[in-house]
């Protein structure tokens, strides 16, 4: 979806982009995104500038980043919200989320990976050998979590094709090994950095940074905030789509546009204007991450009839919740801090994981939700056990909930309809 005004071409091509593959995925990107987005009703004037970004998604923030690069800033690229972008940003880096939110190259990524992997993960190599990321091709790290079994062993294939992996050791149990653990992959992450930028972490710098992410966080959740009321002032879609590209785009320039997004959602909240009639039927989502342009289950769910008041999501609130202390005055002190804020995050590989069972919870009484979506990709182990027992206790408290496993394909999607539709007239009642 470039600016067609400016040809990219040649920045495409010299990033190594396979430019036939990237003109079918920007055609199909381009369209989806019209039909989803744009032809949506009462949209805050705001979301322009997100229609704005999306249309330059591989054109102008990419030349943004190529520019950076010219002047011996480096680009990190990550898969996981773990990953703290303060360091990089106190490197003056720019740290990026590789998206791998649709097929692409499915059958050259399956000649890596067994059938059964999650699309997530075979998006990832699907986009790196389909040749049409931009985001990743500028990347000169790109940081391989050790999370989930599948992206474990996924990265260490991964690293055989694209020889810029970097391999981040992270806890499985939130105890004081696990902090330790943390703490020193969060050490060894910096020496790694400054490594590549020949720039060493100060304490200035990393204050700074924390500061400029603690802002991305708050406008992020004065946005969630705005939609406990009813009617939503904004919807699901959209407040997807801006978690999406919080992900990648300049985080300052970023901020100050959510906060007038919230600024405006705020005064519609006041005026009791929004995106759905006052009786539409309110669902929280919870579970697997949805990265661009992962936007299957949402647009299913407000073309049924409901509106989306929350996502319990890396992509959503448990990826911004909580902000990082910037009251230590040592480095040492800030790393703490940062491990405290990132400990925090209640992803499935952590066992046990309860609290992610009270922040459904909360969520669910805040956002005034009617019913619960679990959402987990197929062969997501973490998301979908942790969905069998998450149901059950929901449950027990009388909460409306469903299980949703699915992909990033479009066969099911009928059936999707078929059963999202029934589960919004049962909690109509
Ligand atoms: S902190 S949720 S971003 S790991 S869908 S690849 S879990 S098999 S993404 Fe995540 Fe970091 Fe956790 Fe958040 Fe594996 Fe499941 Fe695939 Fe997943």
């Not at 923030?61 to 990190?76: N, S, T």
């Not at 789509?241 to 300052?252: A, C, E, K, W």
């Not at 949402?298 to 910037?326: D, F, K, M, W």
Request: hydrophobic share 40%; proline share 4%.
């Amino acid at each position: 979806m470039p600016d067609v005004a400016v040809d990219y071409r040649p920045m495409w091509r010299e990033l190594g982009l396979n430019l036939e593959n990237h003109d079918a995925l920007l055609g199909v990107l381009s369209q989806v995104y019209g039909s989803i987005f744009l032809s949506q009703k009462n949209r805050p004037a705001g979301m322009s500038y997100l229609d704005f970004v999306m249309s330059e998604v591989h054109g102008l923030r990419i030349k943004e980043l190529v520019d950076a690069k010219k002047q011996g800033r480096k680009v990190i690229g990550t898969y996981c919200t773990f990953v703290p972008e303060e360091l990089v940003l106190a490197v003056n880096g720019i740290m990026v989320g590789l998206c791998a939110g649709a097929d692409f190259a499915i059958e050259e990524a399956e000649k890596y990976l067994p059938r059964n992997t999650c699309a997530l993960i075979k998006s990832t190599f699907g986009f790196k050998l389909g040749g049409v990321c931009p985001y990743l091709e500028a990347s000169d790290l790109v940081v391989g979590e050790n999370t989930c079994d599948g992206k474990k062993k996924a990265y260490e294939i991964f690293d055989g094709i694209i020889k810029k992996v970097y391999v981040m050791d992270l806890p499985q149990v939130k105890n004081d090994n696990g902090k330790a653990l943390m703490r020193a992959e969060y050490v060894r992450f910096i020496k790694k950095l400054k490594a590549i930028s020949g720039k060493q972490i100060d304490v200035e710098a990393l204050k700074t940074a924390i500061t400029i992410v603690n802002n991305k966080r708050k406008a992020l959740y004065r946005l969630q905030d705005v939609r406990k009321n009813n009617p939503a002032p904004i919807s699901g879609l959209d407040s997807l789509l801006i978690n999406q590209v919080g992900f990648y785009d300049n985080p300052v320039r970023f901020t100050d546009s959510i906060n007038k997004i919230c600024d405006e959602c705020e005064s519609r909240a006041k005026k009791g204007e929004g995106v759905a009639t006052e009786g539409t039927m309110r669902i929280l989502v919870s579970g697997c991450p949805m990265a661009v342009p992962n936007w299957k289950l949402p647009h299913i769910v407000e073309t049924s009839g409901a509106v989306i008041v929350g996502e319990e999501s890396c992509v959503g609130e448990r990826g911004i919740r909580n902000l990082v202390q910037n009251k230590a005055t040592t480095l040492d002190g800030l790393v703490d801090a940062l491990v405290e804020r990132y400990m925090g995050i209640d992803c499935a590989i952590y066992t046990p994981n309860t609290e992610r069972l009270d922040h459904i919870k909360e969520m669910y009484k805040k956002y005034r939700a009617d019913g619960v979506i679990l959402y987990g990709l197929n062969f997501c182990t973490p998301y979908m056990m942790e969905a069998m027992s998450i149901e059950k206790e929901l449950q027990k408290e009388k909460i409306p909930v469903i299980k949703i496993e699915t992909d990033y394909s479009q066969e099911d999607t009928e059936q999707l309809k078929t059963r999202i539709d029934a589960f919004i007239e049962m909690i109509k009642g």
